[in-house]
């Protein structure tokens, strides 16, 4: 298997050169044509046409579909889309929850092939996290029958602010025991390969990139309002990460000034008015003590009164924060991800409105607004474990074994 030609390209150094670029240009994308390829690397369009010949004859890519049309009717150009050989490359993601291990394996064309989780008991080590994953990962590549030989990377979405320039979780209620440590060591003891990490918001926002709501889009803000406020920010195709890897982290932006105490010790934070329990404990004195944020949501969206209250009053909130931010960065077009979008249109409508209301740019569009709102495609947290496999397929590793 180590002559397995993509792995070697793939996590090859030299960086510069043409293959390096063309393999690193398919896995960001998926699927390209030779003549998108030479745009997107600077390649010539006749140097294109030899490196594919070659690749392809190294089964390092491969046409998924020819089609016998466009080869007919564009002589040593083809507009067939090329691809990376899906059984030589293949990427691991992982979500550490609070007391489940999420993982997906994707093959180097972008095909999801498996995703499984299982449940660990809460303030799990890394160690055992790890432990939990590796089996996983064995009892994945057993049921889709790839070769694990053919592990380009592992991805791990993380659920606090993370650092990714010292590739340290800065904080988390979830995992207390993975903060401060050098997480990518602790996984490249196991895994033999890079092992790249991110805050989870930004994994979300990279498989809504590459699978879902923004596919195809190069600029656009993801905003993930669930049991706490995340968000990312895309510029050019790729993660704003800012100093410390908190670009994004929107659930601090100040709503109110006068607002409801926040974890950071500040106030009227967008978090602090929309976190799960700023909503759960109004509702029940309507509801009873039992009430969940999944059941005020749903309620929500079947139109009872009080629950469309909590949740609308949230959006409002909610676009009053994105106007404010999209008054700096002007995206066109804004991701919405988390349970607050098991409310539906309740949710989204309200959050829209608002924004429109609060947005320095206006009526510039016929009825439609100049900055859409759209829910994500994946709901809880496939997200964060398909964004961790994009982070293999799109980032440098922080941290890499022997
Ligand atoms: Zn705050």
């Known amino acids: 298997m180590s002559s397995n030609e993509l792995i070697k390209i793939f996590l090859s150094e030299d960086v510069g050169a043409p293959a390096y670029k063309v393999v690193r240009a398919l896995a960001e994308r998926g699927s390209a044509s030779a003549i998108e390829l030479s745009r997107h690397t600077g390649l010539a369009k006749s140097t294109m046409s030899a490196l594919v010949a070659e690749l392809k004859d190294a089964s390092v890519i491969i046409e998924p579909e020819p089609s016998k049309d466009a080869r007919a009717s564009s002589r040593g150009r083809p507009a067939v889309q090329l691809s990376l050989n899906p059984q030589a490359g293949t990427s691991v993601g992982v979500l550490p929850g609070p007391d489940f291990i999420g993982i997906a394996l994707v093959d180097a064309a972008h095909g999801i092939r498996d995703e499984r989780s299982v449940e660990i008991k809460p303030n799990y080590s890394v160690d055992q996290g790890v432990e939990a994953v590796a089996e996983l990962v064995q009892q994945a590549y057993a049921a889709t029958g790839l070769q694990r030989e053919t592990l380009l990377g592992v991805g791990l979405a993380m659920p606090g602010p993370f650092n990714h320039r010292t590739g340290v979780m800065l904080r988390s209620t979830l995992l207390p025991n993975w903060v401060d440590l050098d997480i990518g060591a602790h996984f490249a003891k196991r895994f033999d390969v890079p092992v790249i990490a991110d805050n989870e918001s ?60 926040c974890t950071c010790g500040s106030r009227g934070c967008l978090e602090a008015m929309m976190r799960w329990d700023a909503i759960v404990r109004p509702a029940r004195a309507l509801f009873g003590e039992n009430i969940t944020f999944p059941q005020i949501a749903g309620r929500a969206q079947e139109g009872d009164p009080g629950c469309v209250r909590l949740i ?6 909610a676009g009053r924060a994105l106007a404010g931010i999209c008054a700096v960065l002007n995206p066109p077009l804004i991701v919405v991800g988390g349970r607050y979008v098991l409310a539906g249109e309740v949710f989204l409508r309200a959050m829209q409105e608002s924004f429109d209301r609060h947005f320095h740019i206006r009526d510039q569009t016929d009825g439609g607004s100049v900055t859409p709102i759209v829910a994500g495609t994946f709901s809880n947290n496939r997200d964060s474990t398909l964004g961790a496999v994009g982070l293999v397929l799109r980032e440098k590793p922080f941290t890499r074994s022997a």
């Not at 590459?210 to 993660?239: C, H, N, P, S």
């Not at 609308?312 to 909130?317: E, P, R, V």
């Open 312 to 317: 609308s009053d949230a959006a409002a909130a």
């Open 202 to 261: 930004n994994c979300a926002a990279i498989a809504e990139m590459t699978w879902g709501a923004a596919l195809g889009q190069q600029d656009f803000l993801y905003a993930k309002f669930d049991e706490g406020v995340g968000g990312a920010v895309i510029v050019d195709g790729r993660v704003l990460r800012g100093a410390l890897g908190a670009a994004g982290e929107i659930g601090h932006f100040m709503v109110d000034p006068d607002g409801p105490l």
